[in-house]
């Protein structure tokens, strides 16, 4: 079973420029997510889809992050304008579903490492 | 504030014996827990979780204890082996909450042969 896909690897910019990055789920998994680990640090999520449908955005900097998942299957993450801050892994998860009161294992892909400059 | 504490950045551990890779929390709603082993330039991969009703759960050379009154867990592996090495999240959710994890900095283990 493939796992979960995701591009660019590696990309640097300097500070606002835009970037984006792709992420393309298991085969199957209703919810996608968004996290950014920030070096030294745990992965913190930035949004939650389910389907293609937003569940949980709370975290996400709206003035300068967009995600879609349009066809409820793979998504981009747009960050416009990039800031020095943003610099950090965006690593993209999927799960089965998550469900009220259930958790389901969230599967990582490789991530994106992302450097401003 | 964190929610979620590894107060070991490291640990180093010989070939064969006993790792313990410590996680506290403060947020008395977390009711699920869940370790994570990462390698380098590669994704998190799921290890173990324990949910709230069970003070223990064991896979294989994996095994993690969730003691609730203090707020604390902790995965041990037995024997180590130098595959193991790699930087360990502990992760939390509340019931409810559709998935949302708060994960820890990391502990990065490194197991010598």
């Known amino acids: 079973e493939a796992g979960v896909a995701q591009s660019p690897r590696y990309k640097i910019i300097e500070k606002r420029q835009s970037v984006a990055f792709w992420c393309n789920p298991i085969?199957?998994?209703?919810?996608l997510y968004w996290y950014q680990q920030i070096l030294g640090q745990g992965p913190k999520l930035l949004i939650q889809?389910?389907?293609?449908?937003?569940?949980?955005d709370s975290q996400l900097p709206k003035d300068r992050f967009s995600a879609e998942r349009l066809k409820g299957v793979d998504s981009t993450l747009k960050i416009q304008p990039a800031k020095l801050e943003d610099s950090a892994v965006y690593l993209c998860?999927?799960?089965?579903?998550?469900?009220?009161?259930?958790?389901?294992?969230?599967?990582f892909g490789p991530g994106t490492r992302l450097t401003v400059l | 504030d964190q929610q979620v504490k590894q107060n070991s950045p490291s640990l180093s551990v010989q070939e064969g014996r006993i790792s313990i890779l410590n996680c506290d929390y403060t947020?008395?709603?977390?009711?699920?827990f869940l370790w994570y082993k990462k390698y380098p330039a590669e994704g998190p991969t799921f290890l173990i979780s324990?949910?709230?009703?069970?003070d223990k759960n064991e896979d294989g050379r994996f095994t993690v204890f969730l003691n609730k009154s203090a707020k604390h867990l902790s995965l041990h592996i037995v024997p180590s082996q130098p595959g193991d090495s790699a930087v360990y999240f502990c992760?939390?959710?509340?019931?409810?909450?559709?998935?949302?994890?708060?994960f820890g900095k990391g502990t990065k283990l490194s197991v010598k042969p």
């Open positions: 947020n008395s709603m977390f009711d699920y």
């Open positions: 889809f389910q389907n293609n449908g937003v569940v949980d």
């Open positions: 998860a999927s799960s089965l579903m998550a469900r009220g009161g259930r958790t389901d294992t969230q599967y």
């Open positions: 085969s199957g998994h209703a919810t």
């Open positions: 324990i949910s709230s009703i069970k």
């Open positions: 992760a939390a959710a509340v019931w409810g909450s559709q998935g949302n994890l708060i």
